[in-house]
């Protein structure tokens, strides 16, 4: 068992005993959206790119193949077809390679 997966199993854990105890009864903000500071998980080089981006009404090339993703999972619910089911889960893989490629490239800085 990876360290990760651990760690995840006991954050898990730890949560689940807090919701059973009522540690995480009445916090401020109880059943409203969370409020996520805008770019808070982009590097802070690209947030000016991305601000611009979402204000054009444009998303992340990682959100827009991650969309794709999920609609081909819904499409494949619906397939019946051995051969078209294939040619889904080809693109699917495809799409999660690109997705884990970009992730494990460093990001550019500077101008070229």
């Known amino acids: 068992m ?5 760690l995840d199993l006991l954050a898990e854990a730890r949560i689940e005993d807090a919701i059973a105890s009522g540690m995480l009864d009445n916090l401020p903000g109880a ?3 969370l409020v996520i500071a ?3 998980l982009v590097p802070e080089e690209l947030r000016g790119a ?6 054009a009404g444009c998303v992340p090339p990682e959100v827009e193949a991650r969309r794709e993703v999920a609609a081909l999972l819904a499409l494949l619910a619906t397939q019946d077809d051995h051969a078209a089911r294939r040619r889904t889960l080809a693109n699917v893989a495809l799409l999660k390679a690109r997705l884990e490629s970009s992730r494990s490239r460093p990001a550019r800085r500077g101008g070229g």
């Open 2 to 6: 990876s360290g990760l997966l651990l």
């Open 31 to 33: 059943g409203r959206p």
């Open 38 to 40: 805008d770019g808070l």
């Open 50 to 55: 991305y601000r611009i981006l979402a204000n």
